[in-house]
């Protein structure tokens, strides 16, 4: 599993938007100068937040985008099952995979069933809002 620069990207604008909105929409141009992300890249990510009510956005003057629920409502692993689609460490395991011809006989499937488990149980014990605290710290 390699979380793509789309992973990446979503988790520091989702910690940007929460460590500087207090409540308030926050521009699309601030967060993108402050994380250095570019508009255009930026523009491919909110979309996908906004459609999965992870942040709502207003447009025009005063517009921009908040978060919907509290960061310590979010999961590191929903955001980045989002914008990954999956987090399976091998193709077999994917969501929608073909069922493998070898399944029955695979000897290392029992790893990547666990190894899969615990990526996916440890990146839905983390917090937005454990990365904000990590941050200041």
């Given at each position: 599993?390699?979380?793509s620069t789309r992973g990446r990207y979503a988790l520091r604008v989702m910690i940007d938007i929460a460590e500087?909105?207090?409540?308030?929409?926050?521009?699309?141009?601030?967060?993108?100068?402050?994380?250095?992300?570019?508009?255009?890249?930026?523009?491919?990510?909110?979309?996908?937040?906004?459609?999965?009510?992870?942040?709502?956005?207003?447009?025009?003057?005063?517009?921009?985008?908040?978060?919907?629920?509290?960061?310590?409502?979010?999961?590191?692993?929903?955001?980045?099952?989002?914008?990954?689609?999956?987090?399976?460490?091998?193709?077999?395991?994917?969501?929608?995979?073909?069922?493998?011809?070898?399944?029955?006989?695979?000897?290392?499937?029992?790893?990547?069933?666990?190894?899969?488990?615990?990526?996916?149980?440890?990146?839905?014990?983390?917090?937005?809002?454990?990365?904000?605290?990590?941050?200041?710290?």
């Open positions: 599993m390699i979380v500087n909105s207090s409540g308030n929409y926050i521009a699309m141009k601030e967060v993108a100068e402050r994380q250095s992300i570019s508009l255009k890249y930026m523009e491919k990510i909110m979309p996908i937040l906004v459609a999965q009510k992870m942040v709502e956005g207003i447009h025009g003057k005063g517009g921009g985008y908040r978060l919907t629920r509290n960061p310590e409502e979010y999961t590191i692993g929903e955001i980045l099952r989002l914008t990954e689609g999956d987090l399976a460490p091998v193709a077999c395991l994917e969501c929608n995979a073909e069922r493998c011809q070898r399944t029955a006989d695979c000897r290392t499937l029992p790893m990547w069933n666990e190894l899969n488990k615990r990526i996916n149980d440890y990146l839905d014990s983390v917090s937005l809002a454990d990365l904000m605290r990590t941050a200041a710290s």
